[in-house]
């Protein structure tokens, strides 16, 4: 009775279509492997033996390399965002441009990344591997940049429309909880890009952090993306 309460319960029916989705599979992994990252800083700051340490370097490099194979040919769903975003003419121009550039940087990052497969796997090594890594990161960074002076934007615009709102009246109410909502959601993706930002100009030299510093904010931003993937299979 116990086991098929357990195996019948909502959660658990939750959690499969979670794992079922492909997003949802490489932020678990993008998670473990983030804190991998954190954890092996941490343990070699605290003077822990090599073997303490080896294990969470690996973890950190398989995940590393599993997510690169989950990620083949996603390239595609973002060059079509891409083109998706800029035939919205209905939308904002600032909105609008900052979607184009967020996903044709998001296309360019997975599409270079991809041709690093083979050496990172050890398969064929490539004396243009850490070039086009490289290039990867740079895309990547764009693509960030412009999310976040999306998120940015949207913020403003949602606290000018929230300003100009009635409280007084009853669809003012409505609306005004509407846009606090909107606004949440907007501040978690923002906090999410900002996180995510330290990882590409860690990697091309931009700034000096950490691995330990990469790793939370790695962490914090996979984790910003598990929970919503689990609120939508929900």
Same mark, same amino acid.
């Given at each position: 009775?116990?086991?098929?309460?357990?195996? *019948?319960?909502?959660?658990?029916?939750?959690?499969?279509?979670? !794992?079922?989705?492909?997003?949802?599979? $490489?932020? =678990?992994?993008?998670?473990?492997?983030?804190?991998?990252?954190?954890?092996?800083?941490? %343990?070699?700051?605290?003077?822990?033996?090599?073997?303490?340490?080896?294990?969470? $370097?690996?973890?950190?490099?398989?995940?590393? =390399?599993?997510?690169?194979?989950?990620?083949?040919?996603?390239?595609?769903?973002?060059?079509?965002?891409?083109?998706?975003?800029?035939?919205?003419?209905?939308?904002?121009? !600032? %909105?609008?441009?900052?979607?184009?550039?967020?996903?044709?940087?998001?296309?360019?990052? &997975?599409?270079? #990344?991809?041709?690093? *497969? !083979?050496?990172?796997?050890?398969?064929?090594?490539?004396?243009?591997?850490?070039?086009?890594?490289? @290039?990867?990161?740079?895309?990547?960074?764009?693509?960030?940049?412009?999310?976040?002076?999306?998120?940015?934007?949207? &913020?403003?615009?949602?606290?000018?429309?929230?300003?100009?709102?009635?409280?007084?009246?009853?669809?003012?109410? /409505?609306?005004?909880?509407? &846009? @606090?909502? @909107?606004?949440?959601?907007?501040?978690?993706? %923002? /906090?999410?890009?900002?996180? #995510? &930002?330290?990882?590409?100009?860690?990697?091309?030299?931009?700034?000096?952090? #950490? $691995?330990?510093?990469?790793?939370?904010?790695?962490?914090?931003?996979?984790?910003?993306?598990?929970?919503?993937?689990?609120?939508?299979?929900?």
């Amino acid at each position: 009775m116990v086991a098929d309460a357990l195996i *019948y319960h909502p959660s658990v029916a939750h959690y499969l279509r979670f !794992v079922a989705a492909t997003a949802g599979r $490489d932020k =678990l992994l993008r998670t473990l492997q983030y804190f991998a990252r954190f954890y092996a800083w941490y %343990l070699l700051r605290t003077d822990a033996l090599p073997s303490s340490v080896a294990p969470f $370097d690996a973890l950190k490099k398989q995940f590393g =390399l599993a997510r690169k194979v989950m990620r083949l040919g996603k390239n595609v769903e973002h060059f079509k965002a891409a083109a998706t975003a800029a035939d919205a003419k209905n939308l904002d121009p !600032v %909105l609008r441009y900052c979607a184009v550039g967020r996903q044709l940087g998001y296309a360019m990052y &997975l599409s270079l #990344d991809m041709l690093t *497969y !083979v050496d990172a796997a050890g398969i064929r090594p490539s004396a243009s591997a850490k070039r086009l890594q490289r @290039e990867a990161y740079k895309a990547w960074l764009v693509g960030l940049l412009f999310s976040t002076v999306s998120g940015a934007y949207k &913020l403003f615009q949602l606290q000018q429309r929230q300003q100009s709102i009635n409280k007084q009246e009853g669809e003012g109410v /409505v609306e005004s909880k509407r &846009l @606090e909502r @909107e606004r949440s959601g907007a501040k978690v993706q %923002l /906090v999410s890009d900002l996180c #995510d &930002l330290t990882i590409p100009s860690s990697a091309l030299g931009y700034v000096s952090l #950490d $691995d330990g510093i990469v790793g939370l904010a790695g962490t914090v931003s996979s984790l910003i993306g598990v929970r919503s993937i689990w609120k939508v299979v929900s």
